[in-house]
């Protein structure tokens, strides 16, 4: 096993080989095949969560339990493709990579023999990383760790290599770290067309006050959090993962006095592929064997405190079980533009602490928002992020899809 540094390369003697990419917090790990302009051909180069395989080259995710990997099978390649680049950003949107450095391991994919390691040295603003590069040169088939970063995250990757971001303007990659050496100039060739999606991030939110995320991994040591739109918790405290029981209350005011205004709380459960697992709502009050558990529907939001409450035990969520979704739809059709003071609040159920809390400062005339969701990160901790995104749905039904995308 070797461990490289910016720049240096190795042959490699298998025809397959796997890249993991680890780190103390949940990645988007992507894969690009190029051709020898440097620009992927259409967007079936492009392989990530959501289109896991391509030609020669597979991704797969490990749900937060293990690290996301793309696979490289340089004899199935097609003709014409020179290079793929290995790119990772952490899940969290606008969350750098500063104080959480990932680690590549290049692995033999027949016998999971590691071939070489890779750590790429002094990240600060970093939101986008292509980390290693498998090429060719000379008609052998080489690794090179890259370690180049994007402070304009994954979408800024993409415009680089010839994808174009619909609804966000192409930007300039702002590389800060060496590149591998340039590629020969060619004629530029057309870009991409791909929607917005969680891979790309969108654009970068501007970094709130309240719990700064550059300066590294946010727990609960110093008591009670309150997150931001994008921000992100993890849940250890005093060094240990919180794997006790929890509640996740949601509240909401009328904003137009004397009015009713009847939401419906719920979560959704996924899988480590992103796949539905179950919902827990006012019409199914408990799931995953009742490791999850509803308080019931809340018909009108009147009066102080949690509207609806949604009970988690952690410790007992089934390993299968690895993304937690909480949402609020709107099933008579009112608009959150209706609601007042909404907001989210984790619990500690056995002490009533408040852990962690997120206020909706901002509404949308929609009938469905995703609050906040839980990850279960590969080492064992689950982190909250608050959400804050809205969707065009009256049950929780419709927002399967849209949560499973935000994962």
Known sequence: MTAMTPGSNLPL??????VDVAAPVRLDVSGLL?????????DADFIFYNQPSGPG?????????????ITVDTGALPPGIERIVVTASPDAAGQSFQGIEPTATVRDAATGTVIATFTPPRLGAETALVVVEVYQRGGVWKVRAVGQGYANGLAGIATDFGVSVDEEPAAAAAPAAPAAPPVPPAPPAPPVS???????????PAAPAAAPLGAGKVNLDKGRVSLQKNQTVSLVKGGRPLLSQVKMGLGWEPAFRGADIDLDASVIAYGPQRNHIDSCYFGKLSILGGAIKHSGDNLTGEGAGDDEVIVVDLGRIPAEATGLVFTVNSFSGQKFTEVAKAYCRLVDAASGEELVRFDLTGAEPQTGVMMAKLIKQFSGEWEMTAMGDF?????????VK????AL
């Open 391 to 399: 969707v065009k749905s009256r049950t929780v039904r419709g927002m």
């Open 194 to 204: 791909h929607p917005v999606s969680p891979w790309l991030g969108g654009p970068a």
């Open 34 to 42: 190029l051709a020898a302009d440097g620009k992927v051909r259409s």
């Open 402 to 405: 849209p949560a499973s995308q």
């Open 57 to 69: 080259v597979s991704h797969r995710s490990g749900g937060g339990s293990a690290p996301d990997s």
């Open 13 to 18: 003697n298998a025809v397959s080989v796997t």
